[in-house]
């Protein structure tokens, strides 16, 4: 089943903070972050394992509550690279391999 | 290679026609997958190979849809009498192993279909 993301779109002003959520009604074993600019093809940006802790890259950070199946994405202090679209991948604790299942998306626009 | 690569960039052909896409993975990944984006959407699985095991097909939408990948390494998506729904991004990635591996994807292939 498809992750839930939200907001499906944010606007922001450089420096602000944001927060995306990825929530699954699946038992989860691990959550992957990517972001997408337009045009381009998706970017890794972190992945969370179950029962492991909350991973962070400069100023974007993650993290990934296993009872409620949820994993949010941290961003502080928004840069305009910041804008693009946002994907959860969710792999739940029966699928086979590393198959993804992915969220709709959040669209963030981080204006100057 | 430096990265996944996907040929052609764009493809553009009419309704009935078939297609391939082909993808060229990261040196030394043993795991290949297909995905789908249609404008504004998000991305649909559609198959994923592991090495020499069979492939997960659960995500092709239809028996049009089909895909093999040669020696462990290069792939083919082929699409069979195309029609105007199948116009989308298709995005190739592949990652090292088959256990929770990053994903890397290539710039994938605009399909439309006329």
């Known amino acids: 089943q498809q992750p839930v993301q939200s907001p499906q779109a944010v606007i922001l002003r450089e420096g602000e903070d944001a927060v995306i959520n990825c929530s699954s009604s699946k038992a989860l074993y691990s959550v992957h972050w990517y972001r997408q600019k337009h045009g381009e093809a998706p970017v890794f940006l972190m992945i969370?394992?179950?029962?492991?802790e909350q991973k962070g890259h400069e100023k974007i950070s993650a993290s990934f509550n296993e009872k409620k199946q949820q994993s949010s994405l941290y961003l502080t202090a928004s840069q305009l690279s910041y804008s693009g679209t946002y994907f959860c991948?969710?792999?739940?604790?029966?699928?086979?391999?590393?198959?993804?299942?992915f969220g709709e998306g959040t669209q963030l626009t981080v204006n100057p | 290679g430096a990265g996944v690569s996907q040929s052609p960039s764009n493809k553009v052909t009419e309704k009935g026609k078939d297609v391939e896409l082909r993808c060229d993975p990261i040196?030394?990944?043993?795991?290949l997958y297909w995905y789908r984006q249609s404008l504004g959407q998000g991305l649909e699985f559609l198959i994923y190979f592991q090495g020499n095991s069979a492939p997960d097909k659960s995500g092709l939408p239809s028996d049009r849809f089909s895909a093999e990948r040669t020696g462990g390494s290069v792939s083919t998506l082929t699409i069979q009498r195309t029609q105007q729904e199948d116009s989308a991004v298709y995005l190739c990635?592949?990652?090292?192993?088959?256990?929770?591996?990053?994903?890397?994807f290539g710039p994938g292939t605009r399909l439309l279909v006329l």
């Open positions: 990635a592949s990652s090292r192993d088959s256990a929770m591996g990053t994903q890397y």
């Open positions: 991948g969710t792999q739940g604790q029966e699928t086979s391999g590393s198959r993804l299942t």
């Open positions: 040196s030394g990944h043993t795991a």
């Open positions: 969370l394992l179950k029962g492991g």
